[in-house]
């Protein structure tokens, strides 16, 4: 979807971040994401869940895990 559709847009929904630490691993991140592209000459978006699983290795954090769900066609 991404390659097909080059003006798509994504913004965390203000207030949604959560964040919890994992002892000896790192931390996993949960939110809420937007995602809006023009169809047809207006915007077209939806929302939709995130979970993020980052690692500490050093002094550095990397990505492990991503996951977003809850995608459902608009009605």
């Not at 169809?39 to 991503?66: H, L, Q, Y």
Request: hydrophobic residues 35%.
């Amino acid at each position: 979807m991404f390659a097909s559709t080059p003006d798509i847009r994504r913004d965390l929904v203000p207030g949604s971040l959560k964040v919890y630490p994992v002892k000896d691993h790192g931390a996993i991140e949960l939110g809420l994401h937007r995602f809006c592209h023009k169809e047809n000459g207006k915007d077209e978006c939806g929302t939709f869940e995130f979970a993020m699983v980052w690692r500490k290795m050093g002094d550095s954090w990397k990505i492990s895990r991503v996951l977003s769900y809850g995608h459902q066609p608009p009605h």
